[in-house]
């Protein structure tokens, strides 16, 4: 029996409407940029797994370490105990981390972090006596599939049947460039009213809405903002963080920095899963009280498990070494010089890039969902490429690791694409 026969009697898979969908395919094996199926195909990973797999699969650097840490030492409750591996991680974490950043605290992914981030933020004001209840966040932004992190995304494909169930939330367009001004006016509203708790967004990049991009400098300006109103911005880097736009965060690309950072995808570079939410010293001294009231009482059973810290520690490594920020920067050129090329083709739209991400709108209107967006993954499955398209958005995260040759293949089944779907 296949891997998807047996497959198909027990399992629900996520994001699947599986009366409609086909059977799951079945992978065997993954190393560097290559997953490879039961028949012996290969494919490139040109989105590494959700943006994760940054260094490439099963990279030895990170199997290695997390092998040494698993005979050391492997699971232990983390609230009145530590250890070395947490430590060092939160360490070695800091000294990357945009200046304003002091405390981290652990979850499970990254859901969970954006969950933590709005409970951190709202018990930040009760326990200063303020009532501040109200949340703020960018329309068509996604952040996770928990209850406070659902409630500030704002996809309806994802929170439909939820939205009754929702935390008081208020959308705001965000910033282009060419709409900074009015949309900072439109925030100031909500901030004028005092009931603003928290501010939460993705800087730069919107990953699950197809990759839009947001404006540096307007951001700045909705950050300054809330700060002046009291107000805290949580940066949601559980996407961008890690590289990906070019800087280790792209919070580091503003001018105004946010008070909690959420964290995961990269963070562990794919080995095991882990949240971080990390925050100021003003935020942390919110809680610190004689008051047992105002602790912080949230908790993950695997809060700082040793074996993801172990890998976080090997993937922050590699993500400063020269190597790596050299490949950084090789892909960076090379997605600019395809779209040089690409952007004006007939059946292109339009285009966008922040450091290694790049996205391609078809002209062709595409549900998000359904047999037409599944025709164009496998279309790229059948040429020897995972890519998971946005509807009508083809997006390429690669691999830290991709070489120009895996970068050219990628781009020219993206060339048979806009031929084969671009009317």
Not at 3 to 15: A, E, F, I, T, V
Not at 69 to 83: E, K, P, W
Not at 100 to 110: L, P, R
Not at 243 to 270: M, N, R, V, W, Y
Request: charged residues 20%.
């Amino acid at each position: 029996m296949s891997l998807s026969d047996r497959d198909s009697k027990h399992l629900w898979h996520p994001l699947t409407q599986h009366k409609l969908a086909g059977p799951a395919f079945p992978i065997t094996r993954a190393s560097g940029v290559y997953l490879w199926d039961e028949a012996g195909n290969s494919y490139i990973d040109a989105i590494s797994s959700w943006y994760i797999s940054m260094y490439g699969h099963c990279n030895p650097m990170i199997t290695s370490a997390v092998a040494e840490q698993m005979l050391r030492m492997d699971q232990i409750v983390f609230s009145g105990f530590t250890h070395e591996p947490a430590i060092a991680m939160s360490e070695k974490l800091m000294a990357l981390l945009p200046e304003n950043q002091q405390k981290v605290f652990f979850s499970d992914n990254g859901s969970t972090s954006i969950e933590v981030a709005v409970k951190m933020a709202l018990q930040y004001h009760f326990n200063r006596a303020e009532k501040r209840d109200l949340l703020l966040a960018f329309e068509n932004g996604f952040h996770g599939d928990t209850f406070g992190a659902m409630s500030v995304s704002g996809l309806d494909v994802y929170n439909g049947p939820f939205s009754d169930f929702s935390m008081e939330v208020k959308r705001i367009t965000p910033p282009n460039g060419s709409n900074n001004e009015q949309v900072l006016k439109d925030l100031k509203k909500y901030l004028a009213t005092g009931g603003v708790a928290a501010f939460v967004f993705e800087p730069l990049v919107q990953g699950a809405a197809a990759m839009q991009l947001n404006d540096a400098a307007g951001l700045s300006s909705m950050i300054a903002a809330c700060h002046a109103a009291g107000t805290l911005c949580i940066a949601d880097e559980v996407m961008t963080g890690f590289g990906k736009t070019g800087t280790h965060f792209a919070s580091e690309q503003l001018s105004e920095l946010p008070d909690i950072i959420c964290l995961s995808k990269a963070l562990t570079a794919g080995l095991l899963p882990m949240g971080l939410t990390t925050c100021t010293q003003a935020v942390y001294d919110a809680f610190y009280s004689d008051q047992l009231a105002d602790g912080f009482f949230h908790g993950h059973t695997y809060s700082a498990n040793p074996l993801a810290c172990a890998a976080a520690i090997a993937a922050m490594d590699l993500l400063v070494s020269e190597e790596i920020q050299q490949n950084i920067q090789k892909i960076i050129d090379s997605h600019r010089e395809f779209d040089a090329e690409i952007k004006t083709h007939d059946a292109v739209a339009s285009t966008r890039q922040c450091g290694v991400i790049y996205a391609i709108d078809l002209k062709k209107d595409i549900p998000r969902y359904g047999k037409e967006r599944d025709a164009i993954l496998q279309f790229f499955m059948d040429r020897g490429v995972y890519l998971r398209p946005l509807g009508n958005t083809i997006y390429i995260v690669p691999p830290f690791v991709t070489q120009q040759e895996e970068l050219q293949k990628i781009y020219e089944v993206l060339r048979e694409a806009l031929v084969a779907f671009g009317a």
